[in-house]
């Protein structure tokens, strides 16, 4: 139903509301070059969670973009 769509979509704000703040933290910590290859995992996170917490499906496509990013973070953080 819409009022059901409607507040998953609050749900996945609520989760970005949170998320940004401690992103800010983080800049203020640390060295730029270090952390923005999290940024590309707040996107898995946002995933996980609506796959998670809200049951939405994840497609093939989605599910390959997730490990692939976290492929990706690891090597940066690893050789950077």
């Keep these: 139903s819409n009022s059901s769509a409607a507040s998953d979509v609050y749900k996945r704000q609520s989760f970005n509301i ?37 049951k939405e499906r994840l497609s093939k496509k989605e599910i390959l973009g997730i490990i692939l990013v976290i492929i990706g973070v690891s090597m940066m953080g690893r050789y950077s």
């Design 18 to 54: 949170v998320a940004y703040p401690v992103w800010l933290y983080a800049l203020s910590m640390g060295e730029v070059t270090t952390l923005a290859p999290l940024l590309g995992f707040m996107y898995v996170t946002t995933a996980i969670y609506s796959w998670f917490v809200l």
